[in-house]
C-alpha cells in the first residue's frame, strides 16, 4: 500500500516561511507526477503545485510566485518551499499524485496568524 507521509507544518507569522516535505513510495514517486494540496476549513481540497518526474512545475495563481515545489528522486521526496505566506494560506497540506492515486496521508497543518 503506498504511504505518503507530510511533515514540516506549523504556527508561523504574515510574511513568512516554511518548507514541507513528503515521502512517498519509490515506485510511486517515479512513475507519476507529483503536487502538492491543501484544504482550508469549509473549503474544497485544491491542488496548488505539482512537479513532474523531469522537474517541470506548475502553480495555482494564488500561490505563484511565493511557493516552489521540488522533488529528490533519491529520496523519493517532494518539498514545497513556502515563502512570504498569508493567512489564507493556511490549511491542512497533503501530497499526492496528480491526480492522486494513492490514500490520503495524515497531511501537515499550516497556520498563518499573527
Known amino acids: 500500500q503506498v504511504q505518503l507521509v507530510e511533515s514540516g507544518g506549523g504556527l508561523v507569522q504574515p510574511g513568512g516561511s516554511l518548507r514541507l516535505s513528503c515521502a512517498a513510495s519509490r515506485r510511486m514517486f517515479r512513475l507519476n507526477v507529483m503536487g502538492w494540496y491543501r484544504q482550508a476549513p469549509g473549503k474544497e481540497r485544491e491542488l496548488v503545485a505539482r512537479?513532474?518526474?523531469?522537474?517541470?512545475?506548475n502553480y495555482a495563481d494564488s500561490v505563484k510566485g511565493r511557493f516552489t515545489i521540488s522533488r529528490d528522486n533519491a529520496k523519493n521526496t517532494v518539498y514545497l518551499q513556502m515563502n512570504s505566506l498569508k493567512p489564507e494560506d493556511t490549511a491542512v497540506y497533503y501530497c499526492n499524485a496528480d491526480p492522486p492515486i494513492a490514500s490520503w496521508g495524515q497531511g501537515t497543518q499550516v497556520t498563518v496568524s499573527s
Open positions: 512537479i513532474i518526474s523531469g522537474g517541470s512545475t
